[in-house]
C-alpha cells in the first residue's frame, strides 16, 4: 500500500524560505512520477514542481526560479525548497505521486500540509 505523508508547511515571511518534505510508504523509484500541487484558498489546485523518470523538473511558472524538487531515494522522501516566498504562495500544497502497472495508473496523494505566507 501507498502512503504520502507531507510536513515542514507553517506560517513564513514574506521573503523568507521553508521545505517541504513528503515521505513515502514505498521506494521513490517505483514511481514514475513525482509532484507538489497546491490549492490557493478559493482557487484550483495547480501544479507546483513535478519530476518524471527520464525527464528533467518541471516548474510552474509562478515558482521558476524560487523553488526547486528534489528526492532523496534513501529516505523515500521528497523535497520542495521554497524560497523568495511571497503572499500568493500561500495555499495547501500537497504531495503527489504516480504509478503505472500493465495499463494501468494509479494516483496517489498526501493530506496536505498548509503554507501561509503573511507579514
Known amino acids: 500500500q501507498v502512503q504520502l505523508v507531507e510536513s515542514g508547511g507553517g506560517l513564513v515571511q514574506p521573503g523568507g524560505s521553508l521545505r517541504l518534505s513528503c515521505v513515502a510508504s514505498g521506494s521513490i523509484s517505483s514511481f514514475n512520477t513525482m509532484a507538489w500541487f497546491r490549492q490557493p484558498p478559493g482557487r484550483q489546485r495547480e501544479l507546483v514542481a513535478g519530476?518524471?523518470?527520464?525527464?528533467?523538473?518541471n516548474y510552474g511558472d509562478s515558482v521558476k526560479g524560487r523553488f526547486t524538487i528534489s528526492t532523496d531515494n534513501t529516505k523515500n522522501t521528497v523535497y520542495l525548497q521554497m524560497s523568495g516566498l511571497k503572499p500568493e504562495d500561500t495555499a495547501v500544497y500537497y504531495c503527489?505521486?504516480?504509478?503505472?502497472?500493465?495499463?494501468?495508473?494509479?494516483?496517489?496523494w498526501g493530506q496536505g500540509t498548509q503554507v501561509t505566507v503573511s507579514s
Open positions: 519530476m518524471t523518470g527520464g525527464c528533467g523538473p
Open positions: 503527489y505521486a504516480q504509478r503505472r502497472r500493465n495499463l494501468r495508473s494509479y494516483d496517489y
